[in-house]
């Protein structure tokens, strides 16, 4: 596993950002489980697990059946 360094003024923002949670309800159904996979754990590496939970929450609500993060 490769170590980077993140600005912390860069990470904030990244997070201010992204936490929002009508951003997340709008886009995240448009992203692919990939693509969200992806954003979710950089945004826990970074401390916001929260704001993780609402990309996957928001991106499951569009989910199809055999999708990764589908809900029954």
């Known amino acids: 596993m490769n170590t980077t360094t993140i600005d912390t003024a860069a990470a904030t923002r990244f997070v201010d950002v992204f936490a929002a949670a009508d ?5 995240g159904p448009r ?3 990939t693509e969200v996979d992806a954003l979710a754990g950089m945004l826990r590496a970074v401390g916001a697990d929260t704001a993780a939970d609402t990309w996957v929450s928001g991106h499951a609500e569009e989910d199809q059946e055999g999708d990764s ?4």
């Open 23 to 27: 951003f997340a309800g709008d886009v």
């Open 31 to 33: 992203m692919s489980c």
């Open 69 to 72: 993060h589908h809900q029954a």
